[in-house]
C-alpha cells in the first residue's frame, strides 16, 4: 500500500469514528480540555459502558488518548491526539474578562501558564493555587529562562477569594480539577472553566520534566489564545 493510500484510509478511518453524534459531541467537548469518562459520561447523559464503546472507537481511529490522573490513579483523562483533527476542529469562541490558570501549589504550572498566555494574548491572566506553595519552583524558573519567557518574581497565592464574574478558570492540574469539582466555576463565581491536564514537573525535578511541561502548556496556551476575546 503506498503512502496516499495510506493517508486516504487514515482520514476515511476519522472521518467514520466521527460520523456519529454521540463521538462528535465528545471531540466537541474534547476541543479546548482534557475530560475523565465519568465526566464525558455526566456531560452526555448515557450509561458508561457506552461511553466505553464510543471512547474505544475514537482510540481506535488515533482520535484520542488517555493518561492516568497523578492525583486519583484510579481515574484517567481523555485527550485529542495532537492534530487529529486537523482542518476539522470547531472554531470555539470564548469571551473572558480575564483567565485564571490554578495549579495546587500555584509554583510551576500555573506561573509559566499564565507567563505564557501574557504573550499571546491580550486578555490579561493571573495565577492562584488551592494549596498555595511557599515559592515559585526553581525548575520552573530556569525552564521560563531557557525559553526566554519572562516569568514575574512572584509569591504563590491562594485561589481563595480571587474569582470574579467573567474570568475563564483553568485548571492544569488533576489534583486541583478534582478538588474544585465540576461545577467549581459556578459555585466561586467564575463565567467557566476548562481543565488541562499537564504532568507535574516539580516531583521528577529534571530540566526535561519542566521542559516537556514548558511545551505543553505552550501548545495548549496558542490554541486557546486564539479563541478567548476580551469581556
Known sequence: MNVERESLDGRVE???????PVRLRIVDLL??????????QRELGIASNLVAHHLGIL????????????SDRRRTYVHLSPGALAGLLPAPALAAR?????????????????ALWARRSAVPATSAGTHPALRVAPGAVAAARRHG?????????????????????VTVCDSAHEELGDSAHEELGAAGSLHWSVPDPVPVGTDAAFDDAFADLAARVDALSGVVTPR
Open 14 to 20: 476519522r472521518f467514520a469514528a466521527l460520523a456519529d
Open 31 to 40: 476541543t479546548l480540555g482534557d475530560a475523565s469518562p465519568v465526566e464525558l
Open 59 to 70: 482510540e481506535r481511529a488515533r482520535l484520542l488518548t488517555r493518561t492516568r490522573s497523578e
Open 98 to 114: 480575564r483567565v485564571v490558570f490554578v495549579c495546587t501549589g500555584n509554583s510551576a504550572r500555573s506561573q509559566l501558564a499564565a
Open 149 to 169: 519567557l519572562p516569568l514575574p518574581d512572584a509569591v504563590p497565592r491562594s485561589l481563595d477569594g480571587l474569582l470574579a464574574a467573567d474570568d475563564v478558570v
